[in-house]
C-alpha cells in the first residue's frame, strides 16, 4: 500500500495549511491588539494628556482625601460583597454536593435561568420590596428603613452573583476525587470530619478563584451603586458620572487606571491558584456520577436546606417583582391591571431588540471560538508569548466597562479606523469584551484531553488545519456551547461598555431599558426587562438542548459493541 | 451537512445585520421631489425629549425624511463627542441640557444656523450665533405626595425658601445638578435671581435636608409617587402633571420664583445630511410642529404664537426668572465646584 | 542500512537529554531502546517521529535525509504510551484516520484497509464502538492498528505495554512479536522493562545517561555485557574480583553445593514460583542464587555451601568457562 501521491505534492499541501495556520493566529493577535490593546491604551493615554499636554494633574487630583475615602468605600464594599456571596454560593454548593441527583440537576438549570438578570431591574425590585416604602418592610412590617447606601450596594451585589458564583463551585466539587473522601472514612472520619479534612481543602483552590473572580467583577460594577448606592461613593460610579456629567474625560480615565492594580492583583492569585488545581484532577475518578452520596450531621443539612430555601425565595420575589411590574403599578402599593407599559413601548423597541439579539449571537459564536483559539494556541501549542497575549486577552474582564466602552469611541473615530456609530463596533464590543470567558473554559477543557492527541494526529499526518477542525474544535464543542450562553447572555444585558456606543438605528435593548429606568418609566422597564429575560432563556434553553445532544453522543450512546461482553472476551 | 448549514445561517445572519445597519446611514437624497426635495433621506437623531418620538412620524409624511433616534442623555452624547472629538453619525441634537449645547458649541461641535422659524421664538430662548435654538421652556416646581406629608404633619412647601425649613429633613429628593440639565438650570437660574450670598445660604440649609442627590433626572418622581419621598424638585411637563391621577401627588409651582431652562436643538458640524436637518429644525420650530410637540409631551413651547397647554397646570409665566442663558455655560465649572464643596458628601 | 541516525544529539540542558547517538537499523528489525526514566530513549523516540528538533546529527530514512521533515511528512507513525486514541470518534474512523490523511485515502477506500488491520489485531467486531468504552488492552489494540493501517515504513512504540496488568503484558507481547514477525515492520520499541526488551528485540541498545551503552543481540547483551551498567540493569549479576579483573556470574549460573564446611553460608531464601532466590554470604561477597525447579526449592537457611560458577564472563571480554 504506496502513497497515493507523490511527496512533493503533499508537501504543497501542509506549506498551505501552515500559512492557513499562521494567518488564523495572526488574525487572532491583530484582534486582540486592535480591539482590546489599542482602545485601553487610548483611555489610559487620555488620563495623562490635557488638550494635548502631558499632566500628572488628574492622578494628584486622585490623591486627595475625598479621593481616598472613594478607594476605600470601593474595597469596603467590593470585599464584603464578595465573601458573602462566596459564603452562600458555597453553602448551595455544599448542599448540590450531598444531594440527590435530580435535586441537584434541578438547582443547576435554575442556577443557569437565574444568571438571565437584565440590569437595575433587580434593584428596583428591591426597593420596591424592601425600601423606604416597600411591600414588604413598611406594608408589611411597618419598618421605614433606607436602603440606599452600602447596604443596598452589598446586598444587591451579593444576590446577584450567587447563581454565578454557585456554578463555578459545582464545578470545584465535581472535582473531588472520590478516593480520597472514601479513604477518609476507611481510615474512621465522620462526615463532618471528612467534609472539614477533605473536601474543603481539595475545594479551596476553587473558593479563592471564586472569590477573586468576584472581586474584580464587583470593584467594576456600575449598574448596582448608581441605582441605590444613595450617597455612598465608589470608584466605578465616579468614573462613569465625572464623564456625563463634567465630561472630564481625564479625570475618568484615571479612576479608571486606578481600578487596574487591585485587579491585576487578584488575577494574579487567580492565576497561582489554578496551577493548583490542576494538580488534583489527575484523572483518578471523580465525584460526579459516582453514585455515592455524602451525609452531612442534621444540623448542618438544616442550615443548608435554609440557606437554598433562602435562595429560591429571593429569587422567586424578585422575578415576581418583575413580572407583576409588567402589568401593574407596583410602586403604588395596590395592584390594578394595565397593558399600558406594552403599548408604551418606545418606537425603536423592536428594531433595537432585533439587534440585541443579532450582535449577541454574533459575539457569542465569535468570543467562542476566538478563546477556544487562543487556548489552543497558548496551552496546546505551547507558543512562545502567548501567555502575555492571554493576559492581555483578559483585561476587559477586569476593568470597569465604560472604561472599556470609552476607549472604544475614542480608538475607532477617526480613519483608517472609523468604524463608530457601526453595527460593528458594538459586536466587537461585545466580543473581545468576553473571549476571556471562553479562554478560561478551555484551558480547563483542555487540562483534561490527552496531550498526546494532536502529536498522534500530526504523526497520522493530518495538517494543522486539519487538527484544528477535525480533532481540537470536535473536542471543544461543550466548550463552545456553554461559552455560547454566557456570552450570549451577558451581550444581551450588558450596558456599562455599550452605553457610549449605540448611535441613533443602532440600539440594543439593553440600552433601552437603562434609558428607561434613567428617565422613571418603571413600567416599561419592566415590560423591557422581561423581553430580554425571555428571549435569553430561550436562546440558551435551545444551546443546552444541542449541548446535551452532543454530551451524549461522545459518551457513545449510538455505538454498538459486539454481542460478546467485555468480562468474557479473549483479551 | 450540518456545518454547511450552520455557515449559511450564520452568513446570512452577519448579512442581514450589517447589510440592515449600514445601509441606512447613506444620504440616498436626490430620489426627490419638488415639494420633498429630500425624500429618502435619513437622518439621525439624538434625543433627550420625552415623548418627541411620537412626532416623528408627521414629520416624515410631510417631508418624506425618515426619522431615526436613540434616546441618550446629553451628558452622555457630550462625552462622545468628546472622546471622538467631535466627530459622529448624528445630524440632529434633540432636547436635554442646554449647557451641554454651549460647551458642545465652544469645542466646534455644532452647526451654525438660524432658522427662518426663530424670529418666531424670544431671543432669551435662543443662541445669538445660531448654534442652537430652543424648542420648549422647561419650568421646574415641586411634586409632593400628600399621603405622606400628612402622615408626617409636614405643610406643603410653597417658596424655594421653604424648602430649608428643617420639618423636611430627608424628606427632599432632587436630581444632581452635574448631571441633571433642569436641575444645574434650578441652581444657576435661582443663583442668578438671589445673589451669590444668600443663594449659596439657602442651598446650603436646602442640602441640610437631603439625604442624597438622584443620578438621573427620571428619579425623584417616581420615588415620591411611590411616598419613598415626600418632597420631589424637578421639572414640570405635561406628564408630571398626568401623574396626579395615578398617585396621591400634587405638582406645585413655587410661588417666589420659577427656574426655567430651554430644550434646545441643534445640527452636528459633522453631519452628512445638513439640509435635510436644516428642514428638520424648521418644522421642529414651526408653529405645526411646535404645536404637535406640545401635544406629545405637554410644555411651554418657545414660539410665542403657540399657547401654554393646560396640562401643565396654571403657570404663572411672569415669575420666571430672568435669567441669563449663556452663563449657564460659562459658569458651570466654577457653580459646579462650589456645588461639590457644599454637597459632595451626599452628591457623586 | 535502512535507518541510520548519526550524531544524533539533543539536549534540553546540560545533563538532560540526548547526548549522542549513533545507529543502523535494517529493514524488518526489532529494536528496543532500553533504560530508566532520563536516559534518553523517549527523546530519540521523540526525534525520530519528528515531534522534537535535533540540535545536531542526522536521520536517514530509507536514502532519505528526514531530520527536517515535520511529523505529517515522516512515514513513521506512533504509538503512544497513553494509546491518544480520538475519544469523539469510534474504533473504525480512529484506524481510518491515517489512511485518509496520510495516505490521502477517499472515505470509501479507507475502510476496507482499516477493517483488515481491526482483523488482524483481533477486533473486528468492534468497528462501531466509542474508544472510551474499550478496555486497556483493546485500546491498545486500536492504536497499534491505527499506526499500522498506514503501511508506515518505521512503526515507533512508545512503552505501550505498560499500562497493562502483569497477564495481558505478557500475551500482548507474543501477538506483538508476530504480527511483526508476519508483517515485516521495522519497529522500534523504547522500554524500561529489560524481559519485555529481550524477548521481543532483534537488537538492544542500552541507554544509559544520554549515550548508548551497549548496542547488541539480545544474547550479546545479556551474556557479553560490556560494563557493570548493563550488567546490573539487564538481568542480575555477581560481581568478583579476580587477578584484577571483575569478574560476572549470574545467579542462575551458580550451582550449589551442600557442604558442612563450605565457604558460604545461606542467610537468605525467597520462593518465587519457578525459582528460589538464595541468599549467600562469606564474609567477603554477598551472592544471589536462583535455582530452578522444586527439587531445588528448599535448602534451609543456615546450611553451609560450596558454589560453582557454570558459566561466566568478564566486563567487556570474552565468556569464561565453569570454574568455584
Redesign the interface.
Known amino acids: ?5 507523490p ?1 512533493a505534492r ?2 504543497g499541501r ?1 506549506r498551505v495549511a501552515n500559512l492557513l495556520d499562521w494567518l488564523l493566529l495572526g488574525l487572532l493577535l491583530a484582534g486582540i491588539a486592535l480591539f482590546i490593546l489599542y482602545p485601553i491604551l487610548s483611555v489610559i493615554a ?1 488620563s495623562f494628556f490635557d488638550q494635548g499636554e502631558f499632566t500628572l494633574r488628574y492622578y494628584q487630583d486622585l490623591m486627595s482625601s ?1 479621593n481616598l475615602k472613594l478607594m476605600q468605600n470601593s474595597l469596603w464594599v467590593t470585599t464584603l460583597s464578595s465573601c458573602l456571596t462566596t459564603i452562600f454560593a458555597f453553602c448551595i454548593a455544599l448542599y448540590t454536593f450531598t444531594a440527590s441527583a435530580r435535586r441537584r440537576a434541578f438547582i443547576q438549570r435554575s442556577l443557569l435561568l437565574t444568571m438571565i438578570s437584565p440590569p437595575f431591574v433587580s434593584a428596583l425590585a428591591f ?2 420590596l424592601f ?3 416597600g411591600l414588604i418592610t413598611y406594608q408589611l412590617l411597618g419598618l421605614s428603613i ?1 436602603p ?1 447606601g452600602w447596604q443596598g450596594i452589598v446586598a444587591l451585589q451579593t444576590i446577584g452573583n450567587i447563581s454565578f458564583a454557585t456554578l463555578l463551585l459545582m464545578g470545584s466539587f465535581d472535582a473531588i476525587d472520590l478516593k480520597q473522601v472514601l479513604a477518609s472514612r476507611d481510615l474512621g472520619a465522620s462526615p463532618l470530619q471528612t467534609l472539614w479534612r477533605v473536601v474543603i481543602p481539595s475545594v479551596r483552590p476553587g473558593i479563592l478563584s471564586v472569590l477573586f473572580t468576584l472581586f474584580t467583577m464587583n470593584l467594576a460594577d456600575f449598574g448596582t451603586p ?1 441605582v441605590i ?3 455612598y ?1 465608589v470608584l466605578a ?2 468614573a462613569y ?1 465625572q ?5 472630564n ?1 481625564g479625570k475618568a480615565s484615571a479612576i479608571s487606571v486606578l481600578m487596574i492594580p487591585p485587579a491585576i492583583l487578584a488575577f494574579y492569585f487567580y492565576r497561582k491558584t489554578l496551577s493548583r488545581t490542576a494538580n488534583l484532577a489527575d484523572g483518578s475518578k471523580s465525584f460526579s456520577g459516582s453514585g455515592y452520596t455524602f451525609e452531612l450531621p442534621r444540623s448542618i443539612r438544616w442550615v443548608l436546606v435554609g440557606v437554598v430555601g433562602l435562595f429560591f425565595v429571593v429569587m422567586a420575589l424578585k422575578y415576581g417583582n418583575i413580572l407583576l411590574s409588567t402589568v401593574s ?1 407596583t ?3 395596590e395592584i390594578q391591571f394595565t397593558t399600558r407599559y406594552f403599548q408604551d413601548l ?3 423597541q423592536m428594531s433595537s431588540f432585533w ?1 440585541s439579539i ?2 449577541s ?2 459575539a457569542g ?1 465569535a468570543a467562542s471560538l476566538l478563546g477556544i483559539l487562543l487556548s489552543y494556541y497558548t496551552h496546546r501549542r505551547k507558543l512562545p508569548g502567548m501567555k502575555v497575549v492571554e493576559f492581555v486577552a483578559s483585561l476587559p474582564y477586569i476593568i470597569p466597562g465604560t472604561f472599556f466602552g ?1 476607549g472604544y ?2 480608538a475607532f ?2 480613519e483608517p479606523l ?1 468604524i ?5 463596533i458594538i ?1 466587537f464590543n461585545y466580543t473581545f469584551r468576553q473571549i476571556s470567558v471562553s479562554n478560561k473554559s478551555a484551558n480547563a477543557a483542555f487540562s483534561a484531553i ?1 496531550e ?2 494532536e ?9 494543522r488545519i ?1 487538527i484544528l477542525r477535525g ?1 481540537v474544535l ?2 471543544l464543542k461543550p466548550v463552545f456551547l456553554t461559552c455560547f450562553i454566557t456570552v450570549f447572555t451577558s451581550s444581551m444585558t450588558a450596558v456599562g461598555a455599550i ?2 456606543l ?6 440594543v435593548a439593553s ?2 431599558l437603562f ?1 428607561s ?6 413600567g416599561v422597564a419592566a415590560v423591557q426587562a422581561v423581553m430580554i429575560i425571555l428571549v435569553t432563556m430561550a436562546v440558551n434553553l435551545l444551546a443546552m438542548h444541542l449541548l446535551d445532544r452532543s454530551r451524549k ?4 450512546g ?7 461482553e ?1 468480562s468474557q ?3 | 451537512m450540518k456545518k454547511v448549514l450552520a455557515s449559511l445561517l450564520a452568513s446570512a445572519m452577519l448579512a442581514t445585520a450589517f447589510a440592515g445597519c449600514s445601509g441606512d446611514n447613506s444620504s440616498s437624497g436626490g430620489s426627490g421631489t419638488a415639494e420633498k426635495p429630500y425624500e429618502g433621506t435619513t437622518l439621525s437623531v439624538m434625543l433627550a425629549y420625552g415623548g418627541a418620538e411620537a412626532t416623528f412620524d408627521a414629520f416624515t409624511e410631510k417631508t418624506g425624511i425618515k426619522v431615526e433616534y436613540v434616546e441618550i442623555s446629553t451628558g452622555e452624547a457630550l462625552a462622545q463627542l468628546q472622546a471622538a472629538n467631535g466627530s459622529t453619525t448624528a445630524d440632529v441634537w434633540f432636547g436635554g441640557g442646554v449647557d451641554s449645547y454651549i460647551a458642545a458649541a465652544e469645542l466646534g461641535y455644532l452647526e451654525q444656523y438660524v432658522s427662518p422659524e426663530a424670529e418666531a421664538i424670544n431671543p432669551t430662548y435662543r443662541d445669538k450665533d445660531g448654534y442652537w435654538t430652543g424648542l420648549a421652556l422647561v419650568p421646574a416646581g415641586f411634586l409632593v405626595n400628600n399621603d405622606v406629608l400628612e402622615e408626617k404633619g409636614l405643610d406643603i412647601p410653597k417658596t424655594w425658601e421653604d424648602l430649608a425649613d428643617p420639618q423636611y429633613k430627608n424628606e427632599i429628593i432632587m436630581a444632581s445638578p452635574a448631571i441633571s440639565g433642569t436641575q444645574y438650570a434650578i441652581l444657576n437660574g435661582t443663583l442668578q435671581a438671589w445673589g451669590e450670598e444668600k443663594g449659596w445660604d439657602i442651598w446650603s440649609r436646602i442640602n441640610d435636608n437631603v439625604d442624597f442627590y438622584a443620578k438621573g433626572g427620571g428619579e425623584p418622581g417616581p420615588k415620591t409617587c411611590a411616598g419613598e419621598y415626600g418632597i420631589a424638585i424637578l421639572a414640570m411637563t405635561g406628564s408630571t402633571f398626568a401623574l396626579e391621577e395615578e398617585y396621591p401627588v400634587t405638582a406645585v409651582y413655587p410661588e417666589d420664583m420659577i427656574p426655567w431652562t430651554p430644550a434646545p436643538i441643534g445640527i452636528f458640524k459633522d453631519s452628512e445630511n445638513k439640509e435635510a436637518a436644516k428642514i428638520f429644525v424648521d418644522y421642529m420650530l414651526s408653529k405645526e410642529g411646535q404645536e404637535a410637540l406640545r401635544e406629545a409631551d405637554a410644555r411651554i413651547m418657545a414660539r410665542e404664537d403657540v399657547e401654554v397647554p393646560s396640562a401643565i397646570g396654571n403657570v404663572d409665566t411672569s415669575k420666571l426668572i430672568q435669567q441669563d442663558v449663556t452663563l449657564f455655560g460659562s459658569q458651570r465649572e466654577a457653580i459646579l465646584e462650589k456645588w461639590d464643596a457644599l454637597a459632595g458628601e451626599k452628591d457623586s | 542500512m535502512f535507518l541510520q541516525l548519526n550524531h544524533l544529539k539533543k539536549l534540553y540542558d546540560a545533563n538532560n537529554g540526548l547526548k549522542r547517538l549513533d545507529l543502523s537499523v535494517e529493514k524488518g528489525e526489532f529494536v528496543t531502546l532500553l533504560g530508566p526514566s532520563g536516559c534518553g530513549k523517549t527523546t530519540t523516540l521523540n526525534l525520530l517521529g519528528g515531534f522534537l528538533k535535533a540540535d545536531e546529527g542526522q536521520i536517514l530514512l530509507d536514502g532519505q535525509d528526514i531530520t527536517a521533515l515535520p511529523p505529517e511528512e515522516r512515514p513513521i507513525s506512533t504509538v503512544f504510551q497513553s494509546y491518544a486514541l480520538f475519544p469523539h470518534m469510534n474504533v473504525l474512523e480512529n484506524v481510518c484516520y491515517g489512511l485518509r490523511y496520510l495516505r490521502r485515502m477517499s472515505k470509501r477506500d479507507a475502510i476496507p484497509v482499516a477493517r483488515e488491520f481491526l482483523a488482524i489485531v483481533g477486533l473486528a467486531d468492534y468497528e462501531k464502538a466509542r474508544v472510551g468504552n474499550l478496555s486497556g488492552g483493546q485500546q491498545q489494540r486500536v492504536a497499534l492498528a491505527r499506526a499500522m493501517a498506514t503501511s508506515p515504513k518505521i512503526l515507533l512504540l512508545d512503552e505501550p505495554l505498560s499500562n497493562l496488568d502483569a497477564g495481558l503484558r505478557i500475551k500482548m507481547r507474543q501477538e506483538l512479536k508476530e504480527l511483526q514477525r508476519s508483517l515485516g515492520i521495522t519497529m522500534i520499541f523504547v522500554t524500561h522493562d529489560q524481559e519485555e526488551a529481550l524477548c521481543l528485540s532483534d537488537k538492544i541498545v542500552v541507554m544509559e545517561q544520554g549515550v548508548a551503552a551497549q548496542v547488541g543481540t539480545p544474547q550479546e547483551i545479556y551474556f557479553q555485557p560490556q560494563n557493570r551498567y548493563v550488567a546490573s540493569f539487564v538481568g542480575k549479576s555477581n560481581y568478583f574480583e579476580r587477578g584484577g579483573e571483575t569478574v560476572v556470574v549470574r545467579p542462575e549460573d551458580v550451582e550449589l553445593i551442600p557442604n558442612p564446611q563450605g565457604r558460604f553460608a545461606i542467610v537468605g531464601r525467597t520462593f518465587m514460583g519457578s525459582h528460589t532466590s538464595y541468599l549467600l554470604d562469606d564474609g567477603t561477597y554477598r551472592l544471589e542464587a536462583d535455582l530452578f525447579g522444586r527439587a531445588n526449592s528448599d535448602f534451609p537457611v543456615g546450611e553451609r555451601v560450596e558454589i560453582n560458577a557454570a558459566h561466566s564472563f568478564t566486563l567487556g571480554g570474552t565468556d569464561r568457562p565453569a570454574q568455584s
Open positions: 500500500m504506496e502513497t497515493n501521491q511527496l503533499r508537501a501542509y487620555t475625598a426597593i420596591m425600601g423606604r416604602r433606607n440606599y448608581i448606592g444613595g450617597r461613593k460610579t465616579e458620572l464623564v456625563i456629567s463634567t465630561a474625560l403599578n410602586a403604588s402599593g418606545p418606537r425603536s439587534h443579532v450582535y449571537i454574533i459564536g470609552l469611541v475614542a473615530s477617526h472609523m463608530r456609530g457601526t453595527a460593528a459586536v490527552d498526546k492527541l502529536p498522534a494526529a500530526q504523526d497520522l499526518g493530518a495538517s486539519e480533532i470536535p473536542l452605553a457610549f449605540i448611535s441613533p438605528g443602532r440600539n440600552m433601552e434609558q429606568i434613567e428617565n422613571g418609566r418603571y453522543q461522545q459518551k457513545g449510538k455505538g454498538h459493541v459486539s454481542a460478546t467485555p472476551e479473549a483479551v
